[in-house]
C-alpha cells in the first residue's frame, strides 16, 4: 500500500508511484498508517521510495517499420590529412612581364624620348621586348599572356620613330625655305 504525504490518499494498485490528485511521490508504508490507539508503536515507513525500475520487453520498436530514416547532412568534402597542397587545381596567371616593359618603354619614348634622343634607345627596346612578348604568347598562351600590351609597346616604339622622321622632314624643310636661321 502506499500514501500521498500530502493529501493523505492511499493508493493499493503497485504501478502507481506518484499522487493522482497533486503529482507527489507516494511513499510505501510497511505496516498500516493508523496504529491502533492501544498501541504504542508508530507507523513505519520504507526508506527506499524510490519507483521501480521497467524493463521493457522484446516486443517494443526502436525504430517501426514504415518511418522513414531521418536523412543525413552532406557529406562535405575534407582533403587528407598531411596533403600539402589542395586537391583543385589552379590556374595561376598568365606572366606579362615584357609586354608590360614594352609599352612602359614604347610610352616613354614617346614622352620623355624627346630629350636629348633617348627614345632613340627606348623605341628599339619597346619594339624588341614586343616581339618577343608576342612570340611567347604565340608559343605558350596559357604560360605568357600580355598580346595586346605587345602589340601596343611595339606601336608606341614604332610611333616615337614615325614621329621623328616627321619632326626631320618638317624641320629640313624649314632650313631649306630659310624660315630657321
Not at 504504542?40 to 524510490?50: A, C, G, I, Y
Request: proline content about 10%.
Amino acid at each position: 500500500m502506499k500514501r500521498c504525504p500530502k493529501c493523505g490518499q492511499s493508493y493499493t494498485d503497485p504501478g502507481i508511484n506518484f499522487c493522482l490528485n497533486d503529482g507527489e511521490l507516494l511513499s510505501r508504508l510497511t505496516e498500516p498508517f493508523f496504529a491502533s490507539p492501544f498501541s504504542d508503536q508508530r507507523p513505519t515507513r520504507d526508506v527506499d521510495d524510490s519507483p521501480p525500475t521497467v524493463v521493457l520487453d522484446q516486443s517494443r520498436t526502436t525504430n517501426p517499420t514504415g518511418w522513414n530514416p531521418p536523412v543525413a547532412p552532406p557529406v562535405q568534402y575534407r582533403p587528407p590529412q598531411g596533403q600539402m597542397f589542395s586537391a583543385y587545381t589552379t590556374n595561376a596567371a598568365p606572366s606579362q612581364t615584357l609586354p608590360v616593359l614594352s609599352l612602359v618603354f614604347g610610352l616613354c619614348s614617346l614622352t620623355v624620348g624627346w630629350c636629348c634622343y633617348s627614345g632613340m634607345l627606348l623605341g628599339p627596346a619597346a619594339i624588341v621586348l614586343g616581339i618577343i612578348g608576342l612570340v611567347q604568347h604565340k608559343n605558350n598562351p596559357e604560360l605568357y599572356g600580355g598580346r595586346g600590351l605587345a602589340i601596343a609597346g611595339i606601336a608606341t616604339g614604332i610611333g616615337y620613330f614615325v614621329f621623328l622622321v616627321i619632326f626631320a622632314l618638317i624641320y629640313g624643310l624649314a632650313l631649306i625655305g630659310g624660315s630657321i636661321s
